[in-house]
């Protein structure tokens, strides 16, 4: 292994989050819970990974490889599936440049933007920054007026809205729910009895979004409420 800081720290990242992607192949450690499960995986490669050893100790919120972070987080069957649609997708792209004599230039702009941000997702975390992620969807609308010229029969047009209609339903749920959860962990924290906090986290422990997030929390107060005490006992007997 060589020894440039950042290549180490990198290395370090990509092994710790292939050993998270281990732990959870299939259905992963949630959405947003890279960050709380990462040190636990970061163990693991020191113990596991090839010259783990030599690795650093780090801790990142962030693979720095979108792809890695996306089969960690949702697991490898919604990467697989997130291959396919793009790989539909660009074919679908090809067709619409192959269809013209001339290419419209804001249709090589998005699918330039799109490139870019794909190798950058490489090495980096386009997708983790607004300010930069606001081009990404732009240019896939750009490109959709583009490639969805073609005509359909009623009927596919009809399926393809109810299922756009559930699968937005589907996600505002998902949405409200987490909000909820949201509001419970921020209870949690802001409480001043213990009671009260156990409770604000039973009640994020519900939603999909805060459940791994309420889980760890309550790990973590058990841990130490155990500690404190046995410390007291100790110092009773003595």
């Known amino acids: 292994l060589g020894r440039d800081d950042s290549s180490m720290l990198r290395l370090s990242h990509y092994a710790t989050t292939l050993c998270m992607i281990k732990e959870a192949p299939l259905l992963g450690v949630g959405i947003g819970n890279y960050k709380y499960h990462y040190l636990d995986a970061q163990k693991t490669m020191k113990e596991s990974f090839p010259y783990g050893k ?13 792809y890695l972070q996306f089969a960690a987080e ?53 997708f983790h920054q607004i300010e930069v992620c606001l081009w990404f969807p732009l240019a896939c609308a750009i490109i959709n007026t583009h490639i969805g010229k073609k005509e359909h029969s009623p009927m596919k047009c009809v399926f393809g809205l109810a299922a756009m209609v559930v699968i937005l339903i589907a996600g505002l749920g998902v949405y409200v729910d987490g909000a909820f959860g949201q509001h419970a962990l921020r209870r949690a924290y802001d409480a001043t ?17 805060t459940r791994d997030e309420s889980l760890i929390l309550k790990n973590a107060l058990d841990i130490a409420f155990f500690s404190k005490t046995n410390n007291r006992r100790g110092l009773d007997a003595s």
């Open 54 to 66: 030599n690795l650093p100790w780090t801790y990142t919120y962030w693979a720095h490889n979108e």
């Open 74 to 126: 949702f697991g490898i069957p919604a990467l697989l599936a997130l291959v396919v649609l793009a790989f539909v997708w660009f074919r679908n792209i090809r067709n619409a440049l192959k269809s013209g004599n001339m290419t419209p230039p804001e249709l090589v702009w998005g699918v330039s933007v799109v490139f870019v941000f794909l190798v950058a997702s490489l090495f980096e975390r386009p």
């Open 193 to 209: 009895d213990m009671a009260d906090t156990y409770a604000y986290l039973e009640k994020a422990k519900a939603p999909l979004l």
